[in-house]
Nanobody, 119 residues
Framework: QVQLVESGGGLAQPGGSLILSCEASGGFVRVNIVAWHRQAPGKQRELVARITNLGTTVSDSVEGRFTISKDNDQITAYLRMTSLKPEDTGVYYC??????????????WGQGTQVTVSS
């Protein structure tokens, strides 16, 4: 069973930085897509950034401030967040589409990590 575990969330001041990590485990062969989403209080979950075999995309709201990346071993993905704003507050979720011999390509989600930006 593939599992994703996020870490690195917490409290940051406006203008500060945080790095979120997403560690994957569970016998997958290939990671097709890595994405970070967030859900602010009272709002729908939104896509923040994504890596596919076609390249990297980030949402307009975080363009120039957030960077998504993943290790070459495909085990750990990151979301580097700089110049944080209070509106970046929310629960951040890692999503990966991975291929396993047993199930083919399937989406998996982490449990989420809270990011709070406040002075």
């Amino acid at each position: 069973q593939v599992q994703l575990v996020e870490s690195g969330g917490g409290l940051a001041q406006p203008g500060g930085s945080l790095i979120l990590s997403c560690e994957a485990s569970g016998g997958f062969v290939r990671v097709n897509i890595v994405a970070w989403h967030r859900q602010a209080p009272g709002k729908q979950r939104e896509l923040v950034a994504r890596i596919t075999n076609l390249g990297t995309t980030v949402s307009d709201s975080v363009e120039g401030r957030f960077t998504i990346s993943k290790d070459n071993d495909q085990i750990t993905a990151y979301l580097r967040m700089t110049s944080l704003k209070p509106e970046d507050t929310g629960v951040y979720y890692c999503e990966e589409n991975v291929w396993t011999p047993a199930r083919g390509s399937v989406d998996y989600w982490g449990q989420g990590t809270q990011v709070t930006v406040s002075s």
